[in-house]
């Protein structure tokens, strides 16, 4: 079982910067990746970022892509997404995930452990 905590979501700014963390208790697995989802009010929830525990491969949503770094550290248990250049859009509540086995990235329902979600707000 894995268990998942978010901190660092807030208020900031169009242009503005945020750092989201996510501290996971209990084993990660070789294989498993991490990541970040989000969900704004009305909508569908949307892949972000994700990670490969073992070997640190990153992945993307277009809406992030040159604006936001996922990274991991193995050794604390924690991954933290860097969020540039913030865009009133970006505005959601930020969920962080982790799955043993993904075979499809973007997807949703391939992650078996959420967070409780933080909230990211946009002004513009």
């Known amino acids: 079982q894995v268990q998942l905590v978010e901190s660092g979501g807030g208020l900031v700014q169009a242009g503005g910067s945020l750092r989201l963390s996510c501290a996971a208790s209990g084993q990660m697995f070789a294989t498993g990746v991490m990541g970040w989802f989000r969900q704004a009010s009305g909508k569908d929830e949307e892949f972000v970022a994700a990670i490969t525990w073992k070997y640190g491969t990153t992945y993307y949503g277009d809406s992030v892509k040159g604006r936001f770094t996922i990274s991991r550290n193995n050794a604390r248990n924690t991954v933290d997404l860097q969020m540039n250049s913030l865009k009133p859009e970006d505005t959601a509540i930020y969920y962080c995930?982790?799955?043993?086995?993904?075979?499809?990235?973007?997807?949703?329902?391939?992650?078996?452990?959420w967070g409780q979600g933080t909230q990211v707000t946009v002004s513009s």
């Open positions: 995930v982790a799955g043993r086995t993904i075979l499809t990235i973007p997807a949703a329902d391939e992650y078996e452990f």
